[in-house]
């Protein structure tokens, strides 16, 4: 059993308490800022009645969603230019070209398109993962071991089997990674949507807090987003070592 | 070059005691007249030379005389740029499933994330045998080549020997007409290498496979082939050929004292070694 690391815990309550006293010691009443207790009773409130629970769902849907799909696509991208040559030619020019585009400028055009709401989110998100996908896929494939691929020549393993034999195995480390990559990019697609526009999950809810000149729900869900962050981060984490050797 | 003119002078053909193949079947590999560059200077010029079927032959030279190219054309990952390159009569184009490669570096070239049965598996898994069939040719290649008690570890837990012998098992799974093996013991100890010596000399003659060995070590290449291709540098071509009348089977004492083993040994050593030999 590893013993308890308490040190990171000490600077967690430091910094608890300098937040407190900046605000006054929660002497100074403010429409703008809220100090910890407050806060955590908000956090409180909303676990209570579950409407954290609610836009937790709904952003975390949207971010894996997008994820999945934007993933998905670069890698199949990724993994059919590093092995077919052509493949890899006739993506270079608009991977190049789109590729800088930000994708929350694609907000006004997918609803538009989509309208509000699920769909246009997911695509968003999934616009944003898709070129980090396929050039982290590239990437990967180029340094797969090259006597592995000469094996593979002398057994005249056919593309798939290349692919499912050889290939997919040598870069399951890299793809573990390119996964933690973009998960945190979806994360934060998921959430700027949210706040620009579309009108539900966690963005949205701090976007209202802030209206309605609510400090403490405001960052009560700030606090939120960074457990969702931290979780997603975690499952990937354990994943990669249970994968891995 | 004096040294080569000498045994040059020799004539080349195998004594009474040789396992020469009767009747001179068709050669296995066939080098005719073969050039090879990369687009620069030549690697190999003129290269002419036969495998005949069933034994072993051995590939020396200094290093950048164009050994593993030779054994690159006859896997079919080169093609010469000029002559021909067959094996068993057809030119080489590509790479196929008859003609296995050793390679030197077993670690980069056996599945880390697969266990020694799984490695061989590959070899079975390629040329679609059926999966019932799979577990006894996996069983019997581990045993030939003394694995059978360690099917299920995997590459990072074996030694650097059992590496190769995974290797060797892998290429003998895919039931290969050629061996082909680029200095395959050269990083391995002095020990491990003569008992793989000896194994490769077992499995040859139990399968009959036609054998091309690259090697930088003369008695190495004496020890273990019918005939020895001596290359020189630049570019690349053959200076001698030599056939071994060493009788089979060889032994790691008995044959490396034997007299014609030292003659060759000294003929070869000046030869490869020039004006400073």
Not at chain 1, 84 to 106: C, D, K, S
Not at chain 1, 108 to 132: K, N
Not at chain 2, 193 to 199: C, P, T
């Amino acid at each position: 059993m590893k013993r308890f690391n308490w040190r990171p815990l000490v600077v967690v309550a430091a910094l608890i308490l300098a937040w407190q006293w900046a605000l006054g010691g929660g002497k100074l009443v403010s429409d703008t800022l809220a100090p910890p207790g407050p806060v955590a009773a908000a956090l409180f409130e909303m676990l209570r009645d579950g409407s954290v629970l609610q836009a937790s769902f709904q952003t975390l849907l949207a971010a894996l969603l997008g994820l999945a799909l934007g993933a998905g696509i670069g890698t199949a991208l990724g993994l059919a230019s590093g092995i077919l040559p052509p493949v890899g030619t006739a993506i270079r020019g608009p991977v190049e070209v789109l590729r800088p585009l930000p994708a929350i400028a694609l907000v006004p055009l997918m609803t538009i398109i989509f309208g509000l709401g699920l769909d246009m989110e997911v695509y968003v998100v999934a616009f944003a993962v898709v070129w980090p996908s396929i050039i982290l896929t590239q990437t990967a494939v180029r340094h797969v071991e090259r006597r592995l691929l000469e094996v593979a020549d002398v057994l005249e393993l056919s593309y798939l089997a290349r692919i499912r034999k050889i290939v997919l195995p040598a870069i399951l480390p890299r793809l573990v990674v390119m996964l933690r990559f973009t998960a945190a990019i979806a994360l934060l697609i998921a959430v700027t949507v949210e706040l620009v526009s579309n009108p539900w999950g966690l963005g949205h809810e701090m976007m209202v807090a802030s209206q309605d000149m609510a400090p403490a729900r405001m960052i009560a869900f700030l606090f939120v987003i960074t457990a969702i962050g931290w979780c997603l981060n975690w499952a990937l984490v354990t994943a990669e070592r249970h994968l891995l050797p | 070059m004096a040294n080569a003119l000498k045994l040059g002078s020799k004539p080349a053909t195998p004594l009474p005691a040789a396992p020469a193949p009767n009747a001179a079947p068709d050669p296995i590999i066939t080098f005719a007249d073969v050039g090879f560059a990369y687009g620069g200077p030549a690697v190999l010029s003129h290269v002419s030379f036969t495998v005949a079927p069933g034994t072993v032959t051995c590939v020396i030279g200094p290093s950048g005389c164009g050994k593993t190219t030779v054994l690159r054309l006859v896997a079919g990952f080169l093609r010469a740029s000029s002559g021909v390159v067959t094996v068993a009569g057809v030119p080489r184009t590509r790479p196929t499933r008859d003609v296995a490669v050793v390679f030197q570096d077993y670690g980069r070239a056996l599945l880390p994330w697969r266990d020694v049965y799984g490695n061989v598996s590959l070899a079975l898994e390629a040329a679609h045998v059926r999966r019932a069939e799979r577990r006894a040719r996996i069983e019997s290649m581990l045993a030939l080549v003394g694995l059978e008690n360690h099917a299920r570890k995997f590459p990072s837990e074996l030694s650097g020997g059992m590496q190769q012998r995974l290797q060797i098992a892998r290429c003998l799974a895919q039931d290969p007409k050629i061996l082909l093996m680029d200095e395959p013991f050269g990083a391995l100890d002095a020990m491990t290498r003569g008992i793989l010596q000896d194994e490769l000399l077992r499995i040859q003659e139990e399968r009959g496979v036609s054998v091309l060995f690259v090697t930088h070590d003369i008695e190495e290449a004496l020890y273990l082939g019918n005939q020895v291709v001596a290359l020189i540098a630049n570019p690349g071509r053959v200076s001698q050929r030599v056939e071994v009348p060493l009788p089979f089977p060889r032994n790691q004492l008995a044959t490396r004292e034997h007299p014609e083993f030292l003659r060759l040994r000294r003929a070869l050593f000046h030869l490869t070694h020039g004006h400073e030999g």
